[in-house]
């Protein structure tokens, strides 16, 4: 179920095949401009958009939604421990 904060929202959506967890960020047409995905694979967190430019209080607004969804991974452990790039 999208929560809003008009003219964006969020949903959580997930991915069998990137076997993870995202929160999407959509615009006021209901179109999906970022995400932030949870891989339960390898233990990692990553962000993307999908848009040349998304305002900061929406890219706030999904960062927020996103540590309250997507904590813990699928085996329990916190979003704390994520793996990190090299």
Known sequence: MPTSSAPWSTQVA????????????????????AEVFRCDADHTVGVSLFVEQVPLHAVEML??????????FGDGTPLAYSKRDA
């Open 14 to 33: 997930s991915d069998v095949i990137r076997d993870g967890l995202g929160v999407e960020l959509l615009d006021g047409q209901g179109q999906v401009v």
């Open 63 to 72: 960062l927020l939604r996103a540590k309250e969804r997507l904590d813990p």
